[in-house]
Structure formats: structure tokens, C-alpha cells
């Protein structure tokens, strides 16, 4: 393992650049998950918790909450753990059912299509264990699940990649009882000492049913763009309706915050009340701008992360005013221009504001 690998395992909050969405606190089920593996492969429940301040006593605890960085921890205390084992990300992935994700997977399996339920998925995907970013990108024939890649160093990178296209492709199939993929796409080079294509050895077989092609332009699950009408089996539009406002209530109660970073929430929360930017803030809250960020480092917040949060919670009730245009709902989340706030809304929900005010509309 690398040394800034072996850095991120010790303080992974050094981590540039990490979305907004590795702020909310998340389920104990993806590090209960990670290390059940690592004790299967021969590892330590102690060697694979050091430094992600996790106990023993709270892997079994159902209330039990840590942030993404504690699972970063993990992850990389896996992977040292594990050395060179190839596709790894692949053969953990495979491990993610439904139930994994608690009211988010019953949400999933509840959606009327296989677009309803790429769509709540790419809503709530806070409140899963992914570290990428994913957007659904229709390319007329066919449609494509795009996973960006996290700014890590590169084993941290390609498990993470490997391990959240290997989940959702596990979680369609057992939706499903079907993976009809037409391609898997990696960035990352072909992995050395793989199984061979095909063999009772080779996890890629046993999960896409076909073998990736390495080097592409991006990470993509690939389909056949009909197959986002496919119905689902145990569709029901009432449990759907209930889950959904369970998983807002748990995405509203994860992103809580308390001390000055509630007071910098509640100041942004509260449209037309002036400028968004930090100095406009500090001054609402008698506050220099210089002490606001210090204020806010020390609780571990960002104003850049509260800022997008904000945004993002008053967007989904912007939208649902269907007289705004959103050019109007650009500007009252305080954009420069409607192609800003375009590209936010991708990166916050995986669709376009026009995709997912359609989506919001079926009944």
C-alpha cells in the first residue's frame, strides 16, 4: 500500500474535494459489511476498526450512525490488509442486498419501474454507503449508470468504484431476478491476475454476466434504454409513498446540525433574506467571516457543504411550484446563471430539474 493511502487510513478527513453528500452521517451496515469480509479473509475485527474510532459494541447496535470517513477508514484498513487481491471492490459489492440499505433498498423494490427506482435511488443515495457520484445519462438506444469517481488515491479509488457498480448491479438483479446489461465500463486499467473470463473463479462473470471493457472514457453500467420501463414485481405505489417520506425524514435527521453550523443552516434555509455568500452569513450572525470559518472548522463543517445543502433541500420545494421556471428557482437559490444550477441539480439527484419534475408527477 501507498503512503498517502496508508495517511488516509490514519486521517481520512485530509481527503480533497469529498461531495457534499459524504457529509450526512450514515448506517453501521456498511462497516459491519466490510469488516464481516475482512474477518472471512483471515483479518482481525481490531486491525480492520483501528483509527476509524468504531467499537465492536456498535457494529451490532441497529441505531448506531458514523460518518463517511469512519467507513473510509475501513476501507482502507481492508485494503492494506488484503495486499494486491484483484477485483476486490467486485467481490464485496456482490454482498449488497436490499435489505442492506434499509428503508432506501424497500423504497427500490417498491418503485413501479426500473426508472422509478433509479430515480428515488439517485433522490436518496445519501443515505446508502456510496463514495461516487451517479447520474443516469439516456444515449438513445441505450442508458447508461455513470459512477464518478472520488478524489482518493488510486487503490482507495478503484475499490470504491469497483465496490458501488458492483452493488448496484447486484441490488437490479435481485430486484429484478435479472441483470440484462449491454456493457460495464471501467476507467481503470485491466486488472493483473485476474481469474480467467468465465471461470467459477472470476466475480465479474458471476455478477454482470459478461466481462468489462477496461480503459474506457468513464465507469458505466450499460442498458438497453426500454429496459428503464421494465415493470417491477412487488411495485406498490402506497409502500413506495411511505418509504420515500421515511427516507426523507432519515435524510432530514442525518444532515441535522447543531452549534454554528445549525445557525449558518437556518440563516440559508430562509430565502430572499439576503445574499448566500459567507460574508453576507457572518454578518447576519454579528459574526466576522474570519471567526465563522474558524467556528466552523472546529465543529467539522464546511460552509461550502451547508451552502449545498441548503440549496438542495429548497430546490425540491422550489420545484414543486410548477409556475417557477428555472430560471426563477436558480435565482432564488442565488445562482450565477440557470446552467450552474443545472449542473447542481445532476449532481445532487443523478436527473435533470425537467427529469425529475416528470418523475415527480406519475402517480
Not at 466481462?211 to 429496459?227: G, I, T
Amino acid at each position: 500500500m501507498d503512503k498517502k493511502l496508508e495517511n488516509q487510513a490514519k486521517s481520512p478527513g485530509s481527503v480533497e474535494g469529498p461531495p457534499a453528500s459524504w457529509d450526512y452521517r450514515r448506517s453501521m451496515a456498511g462497516i459491519r459489511l466490510l469488516t464481516a469480509f475482512g474477518i472471512e479473509s483471515g483479518s482481525t475485527l481490531d486491525t480492520l476498526l483501528s483509527g476509524s474510532g468504531v467499537t465492536p459494541d456498535q457494529l451490532d447496535d441497529p441505531h448506531a450512525e458514523v460518518s463517511a470517513h469512519q467507513e473510509l477508514c475501513v476501507v482502507a484498513n481492508l485494503l492494506r490488509v488484503m495486499g494486491a487481491a484483484q477485483q476486490l471492490g467486485i467481490r464485496v459489492g456482490m454482498r449488497y442486498h436490499p435489505t442492506t440499505f434499509g428503508i432506501w433498498g424497500y423504497a427500490l423494490i417498491s418503485s413501479a419501474t426500473v426508472r422509478d427506482a433509479i430515480a428515488t435511488a439517485l433522490r436518496f443515495l445519501p443515505l446508502t454507503f456510496a463514495f461516487t457520484r451517479v447520474s443516469l445519462h439516456e444515449e438513445g438506444e441505450f442508458a447508461s449508470l455513470v459512477f464518478e469517481e472520488p478524489a482518493l488515491a488510486h487503490p482507495v479509488r478503484r475499490f470504491l468504484v469497483e465496490r458501488d457498480m458492483a452493488a448496484a448491479a447486484a441490488l437490479m438483479r435481485e430486484i429484478l431476478g435479472q441483470l440484462p446489461l449491454d456493457a460495464v465500463e471501467f476507467r481503470f486499467r485491466t486488472p493483473e491476475g485476474t481469474a480467467a473470463a468465465g471461470s467459477r473463479d472470476d466475480p465479474c462473470a458471476a455478477l454482470f454476466g459478461l466481462q468489462p471493457n477496461y480503459e474506457s472514457a468513464r465507469n458505466a453500467l450499460v442498458c438497453a434504454e426500454a429496459y428503464l420501463e421494465q415493470p417491477l414485481p412487488q411495485a406498490n405505489p402506497l409502500t413506495v409513498a411511505i418509504c420515500e417520506e421515511m427516507c426523507e425524514a432519515l435524510l432530514e435527521r442525518r444532515r441535522q446540525r447543531s452549534g454554528v453550523a445549525a445557525a449558518v443552516r437556518r440563516c440559508l434555509m430562509v430565502p430572499g433574506t439576503g445574499p448566500n455568500d459567507l460574508e453576507s452569513v457572518a454578518a447576519r450572525l454579528h459574526m466576522t467571516p474570519r471567526t465563522l470559518r474558524r467556528r466552523l472548522q472546529e465543529e467539522g463543517a464546511s460552509y461550502r457543504v451547508l451552502l449545498d445543502e441548503a440549496r438542495a433541500t429548497l430546490c425540491e420545494e422550489l420545484l414543486r411550484m410548477e409556475r417557477l421556471t428555472h430560471a426563477e428557482i436558480a435565482e432564488r437559490l442565488g445562482f450565477s446563471d440557470v446552467s450552474s444550477f443545472i449542473q447542481a441539480f445532476k449532481r445532487w439527484n443523478g436527473v435533470a430539474p425537467g427529469e425529475y419534475r416528470k418523475y415527480r408527477k406519475r402517480p
